[in-house]
């Protein structure tokens, strides 16, 4: 039986940071894979933040995000248009059940997601929501839960640390998630910033460095059942 994947992420392009080497991997040995975005990834920035006058600049992120996720194969990518960097001010319900709606429709074997202790309060509220409607009851399909760094935000949370404990070769794929990144022309930066082409390069050559590899994307995991 085909493995199904639901990528669960706050913001478009954390996708990109946090799994697509490791997703554009299982894709290519079988697996569907599906994103769901929360946040419309915005309004945070600038002076404004109504979504309405801001729609030129998030349209143009949408395209961005949509032409990402095809270039690996994702089948099909959701949104939820939560307020950008103020998920805190929503109803943790209301995340919960737009992550269940989506998951109830895929019915995913495996979840990638944020890391529980990210600076940026949409990673930490996103992951709280994963893990309520993941919740290991009878007939519940996910199996797998895995954390994942997204850069700019995971290292940045001192003194806390991210320690992950399984890593995925991806060697040949690492090109695809620095493609996919720089379709994201309106989030990606120059370097020395993290979230830079070379940043993803570096991070990824780290951790294979690390495990004898020549690149690696690493995650913590939550939650195998077996």
Do not use: Q
């Amino acid at each position: 039986m085909t493995k199904k994947i639901l990528i669960v992420a706050a913001h478009p392009d954390d996708e990109v940071l946090g799994c697509f080497g490791t997703v554009a991997r299982m894709i290519e040995e079988g697996c569907e894979a599906y994103t769901l975005i929360l946040g419309e990834g915005k309004t945070s920035r600038g002076d404004s933040r109504d979504v309405s006058a801001r729609g030129d600049e998030i349209a143009a992120l949408n395209n961005e995000m949509k032409l990402a996720n095809n270039l690996i194969g994702i089948n099909k990518v959701f949104t939820a248009g939560l307020p950008d960097n103020r998920f805190d001010s929503v109803d943790l319900l209301d995340v919960v059940k737009a992550v269940l709606t989506v998951k109830e429709e895929i019915k995913p074997d495996i979840v990638f997601t944020h890391y529980a202790n990210d600076l940026n309060i949409d990673h930490r509220v996103t992951y709280n929501a994963v893990l309520t409607a993941c919740r290991p009851m009878e007939n519940e399909t996910v199996k797998e839960i895995y954390s994942f760094e997204v850069l700019s935000s995971t290292e940045w949370n001192y003194p806390l640390t991210f320690s992950p404990d399984i890593y995925f070769d991806i060697s040949g794929s690492i090109s695809k998630k620095k493609e996919a990144m720089a379709l994201y022309g309106s989030e990606i930066r120059d370097f020395p910033h993290p979230r830079s082409v070379e940043g993803i390069e570096l991070n990824a050559r780290w951790h294979g460095m690390r495990t004898g590899l020549a690149y690696a994307e690493v995650f913590k995991t939550v939650r195998v059942i077996k």
